[in-house]
């Protein structure tokens, strides 16, 4: 074994995921305190023969970061290098999670034009599986990357920005991990704003018959269908003017814990045991959730409280297909004796020029489907993704799907593009896992 160890480490120890999907045994566990000791634990991985992988916090349903090799862990380079308000960017280390990112920016009166609904992951893990939220201008976090840190296969530290390494920064904004580890981003920001928040209950026909005037109206739309219903629950967040109106404590209370979260996990645990009783149930919850209006910082009013877990398979449809494919998913439900607790979720994206961007060039919807953990998802999510994949469908990188490197490169005209910079930079797959030669190849 080499004595090029640092950090904490430890061997034989099982990793999971989130959803407890994934399970792998890394011969040793690396948690660097610099980036000059991820350095030295990745060039020990490569003289000790041993693929070497970095790890969030497992937010990802497949296995893009399991490894039996070296299990770098960056919970220690953590925080905020540089704030830059000039550029208006902000330099952050590679294993902050995004909620202590956008805390911190807040406090200097800062923020990110958009992100996901969930701040649980690190900015590194996000950006690198093509996190998203929803938007009718401004798309997912890794678009919003201006330079990145990387360290490759060689052991070396490099930068890339649209005028540093240009080739690898148009690829490695949303990298899999395939291209090496990332160690700090830079990210674009803007002065702290208000967004208002409207959430109102609306028919699946009415949400499809006004899909296009929703999306063309406000700047972040999204919905969610319940099956076996015909009811969604609909998002508006615009900019605002002011003042702060904050969800109230007991409407926080009520709507985000007790029926988002705390009665959520008992209906579902019903449904898993009655699988029967859940068409009833989802009739029950699409009413449960009332109308509101509030007004909040952004971080405040994309993100929410997600404690149920589930298993999730999403993907990015062109936007003018949205209305057909979803009707297809409703049809699809309707007529099956498939019983699904979970409402799907719609968002959009802009088109991006992220080499696999799931928006790379064109407009984006995305419909994700979710089953709760333990119930067996296996027959809904094959039938959905063959309803997505006939749509021209792009499965999210960091969600369930099926997908190799064969259908991949129909569906990203730069996917070759990006193989071929993964040869160059890695060319004997120090970075390489199971998953990653699925979707990338050899």
């Given amino acids: 074994m080499s004595t090029a160890q640092t950090g904490s480490s430890k061997s034989g120890a099982a990793w999971r995921n989130w959803a407890g999907t994934v399970v792998s045994r890394p011969v040793r566990e690396v948690t660097p305190a610099s980036v000059e000791e991820l350095t030295a634990a990745v060039r020990g991985a490569a003289e ?16 893009a970061a399991a490894t039996d090799g070296v299990l770098i862990r960056p919970q220690l380079l953590t925080g905020i290098r540089n704030i830059d308000r000039d550029k208006g960017t902000v330099t952050v280390e590679a294993g902050t999670p995004l909620k202590r990112l956008n805390m911190a920016l807040a406090r200097e009166g800062l923020s990110l034009t958009n992100m996901g609904d969930i701040m649980e992951q690190t900015v590194s893990g996000a950006t690198s599986t093509g996190t998203h939220g929803t938007g009718r201008d401004s798309a997912s976090i890794a678009a919003q990357i201006k330079g990145l840190e990387l360290v490759t296969a060689a052991g070396e530290l490099i930068t890339c920005s649209e005028k540093e390494n240009p080739e690898i ?18 990210f674009a920001v803007e002065p702290v704003f208000l967004l208002t928040a409207r959430e109102e209950p609306m028919s699946f ?20 269908w319940f099956p076996h219903t015909g009811s969604c629950n609909t998002k508006r967040n615009n900019r605002s003017a002011g003042p702060e109106a904050p969800v109230s404590a007991v409407s926080s209370l009520w709507e985000d814990e007790i029926l988002s979260n705390g009665l959520f996990q008992v209906v ?13 149930i989802a009739k029950i919850s699409s009413k449960a959730l009332s109308a509101r209006t509030y007004t909040d910082i952004p971080y405040k009013v994309f993100t929410s409280p997600r404690r149920v877990r589930f298993v999730e ?42 080499a696999l961007s799931t928006a790379s060039g064109r407009d984006s919807a995305y419909i994700a489907v979710h089953m709760y953990k333990g119930t067996p998802y296996q027959r809904y999510f094959t039938a959905a993704e ?37 040869d160059r930079l890695d060319p004997d797959r120090l970075f390489g896992n199971a998953y990653l030669r699925r979707v990338l190849g050899d």
């Fill in 169 to 186: 920064f148009a690829a490695a904004r949303i990298g899999l991990g395939a291209l090496g580890i990332v160690t700090a981003i830079t």
């Fill in 386 to 422: 063959r309803i997505f994949t006939a749509h021209e469908g792009r499965p999210h990188w960091g969600k369930v799907h099926t997908r190799d490197a064969e259908y991949f490169a129909q569906a990203y005209p730069r996917f070759g593009e990006f193989t071929a910079l993964r």
């Fill in 48 to 63: 000790d023969g041993l693929k070497v992988k970095a790890v969030g916090t497992g937010h990802s349903f497949t296995a």
């Fill in 313 to 354: 398979m999403e993907y990015a449809v062109p936007r003018e297909a949205l209305v057909a494919t979803l009707r297809e998913l409703k049809s699809m439900v309707d007529g099956s004796d498939l019983r699904v607790s979970f409402p799907v979720e719609v968002r959009t994206a802009p088109a991006d020029d992220i």
């Fill in 268 to 280: 579902n645990s019903i449904g898993r045991a009655v699988p029967a009783t859940i068409p009833t």
């Fill in 205 to 224: 026909d009415k949400v499809l018959a006004d899909f296009d005037e929703l999306h063309a109206e406000n700047e972040h739309f999204e919905f969610y």
